[in-house]
């Protein structure tokens, strides 16, 4: 009994184990999951010196923070403020980044059975990070190298015929998108070729007839390659 009416509570303060995704771009507005323990309610997220937000509680060993917009890239020191002054004993590191690009993808058009190498051309790709994830529509696409960070090479997934957007991510979240779309034409077929037979001098205007062709295919004749006329 407290004869003052007034009572004091000790409590644990909050831990900060791992955070996700730990990099953002400098335009703000990732959303942080924020693993530790001794989290309570109304709690807020501080960015070094840089801002702060509110953590939405999940439970004790998780919330979730916005990140605040910033100037310039850097790296900055998260941090849990709690019962209004107290601060988390430990911090993780958030690293800011330029916003990422894309000014251009070749070939802009693919089979609906996938698998076609497609370039992405932009600037601001992260290559150190393992979270990059490229997006066709709401599919993702295999990663199969990053040259640089102007310049990845993906292979486009199984999608129906349709036109959707192609979209990049540093860290799985936040994507960017470029001003036209990647179409996906529907698997063809042929059905004739005439004539099927031509001098060795080559020069034989072929005819083919069939299902689904599309602009961009190429005949190959034995080992030479020429491009379907219109």
């Not at 999951?33 to 060993?61: I, N, P, W």
């Not at 690009?101 to 070939?107: A, E, N, V, Y």
């Amino acid at each position: 009994f407290d004869p003052t009416g007034f009572s004091f509570r000790f409590m644990d303060a909050p831990s900060l184990q791992s955070i996700f995704p730990s990099v953002g771009p400098t335009k703000g507005g990732t959303h942080i999951s924020v693993v530790g323990v001794h989290f309570v309610e109304r709690m807020q997220c501080k960015f070094g010196s840089y801002g702060m937000s509110d953590a939405t509680f999940l439970s004790t060993s998780l919330v979730k923070c916005r990140a605040p917009q910033i100037a310039m890239p850097l790296s900055v020191s998260i941090s849990l403020l709690y019962n209004a002054n107290d601060s988390s004993d430990d911090s993780l590191d958030f690293d800011y980044h330029p916003p990422a690009r894309i000014s251009q993808f070749i070939p802009a058009f693919g089979h609906e059975s996938g698998g076609g190498l497609v370039t992405v051309l932009g600037s601001g790709f992260l290559k150190s990070r393992d979270t990059f994830v490229c997006k066709f529509g709401t599919v993702r696409a295999q990663l199969v190298q990053m040259l640089s960070s102007t310049r990845i090479l993906v292979l486009s997934p199984q999608h129906p015929p349709a036109n959707v957007t192609l979209a990049v991510s540093n860290n799985g979240q936040d994507f960017v998108f470029p001003n036209s779309d990647f179409q996906f034409t529907p698997s063809f077929s042929i059905e004739s070729v005439f004539p099927s037979s031509g001098p060795l001098e080559g020069g034989q205007r072929v005819t083919l007839r069939g299902m689904g062709f599309s602009q961009g295919l190429a005949c190959i004749f034995r080992s030479e390659e020429r491009r379907v006329g219109k």
